[in-house]
């Protein structure tokens, strides 16, 4: 089985990937790690210097030789503007593409970013506030962005994190599609 999850940075794919690999014993991937390492690339300088389309098209012949080199896999798919570059690979009985999604305040709780995560810390000042303040925009930034820009192919299923915690969602994720460890190394 190939397990694709998407959705915006700071959602939680890779925690939760890498925790749904490991429960089911196959392997995991996260799509800007192996873009990295191909390319001798930090993410930062990819999104810099490689446009849009290219950085789509790079990711997308990322994706299809992943999938074809590994019968089973989780693979963390970064947010992508146009899927047409590996589309086709979202479609089989073997493929699970499901979008991660959480409400902006339960993202701010996972990553320590809220009011009570700061209360009775003597040593927090203004510019640590300032710092939150900034990371929590860029959360939102990209929250507003994912939505008005990510085309989701039809075969998408939405899964609402529900503020769980990432173990708790791989529970969810397993029972919500059926999906038994057992089944996966036979595929």
């Known amino acids: 089985m190939k397990i694709l999850l998407f959705g915006p940075e700071c959602m939680g794919k890779g925690v939760i990937g890498e925790l749904l690999a490991r429960r089911l014993g196959i392997p995991f991937f996260d799509l800007d790690d192996q873009i990295g390492k ?3 690339i930090s ?4 999104e810099k210097t490689v446009s849009p389309g290219e950085r789509d098209r790079k990711r997308g012949v990322m994706i299809r030789k992943l999938m074809r080199k590994n019968e089973n896999l989780v693979l963390s798919v970064t947010p992508l503007t146009d899927p047409e570059f590996f589309k086709e690979k979202l479609y089989g009985p073997d493929v699970l593409s499901v979008e991660l999604y959480d409400l902006p305040e339960n993202i701010f709780s996972r990553l320590g970013l809220t009011e009570k995560d700061r209360k009775g810390d003597s040593d927090f000042d203004i510019l640590e506030e300032v710092e939150i303040l900034s990371q929590r925009a860029h959360i ?9 820009e990510q085309e989701r192919p039809p075969v998408l299923k939405i899964f609402d994190m529900e503020g769980d915690p990432p173990e708790r969602v791989v529970e969810r994720l397993l029972e919500k599609y059926c999906i038994k460890a057992d089944e996966t190394k036979k595929q």
């Open 38 to 40: 191909k390319y001798g």
């Open 43 to 46: 993410m930062e300088e990819f």
């Open 140 to 148: 939102l930034g990209d929250l507003f962005n994912y939505e008005k």
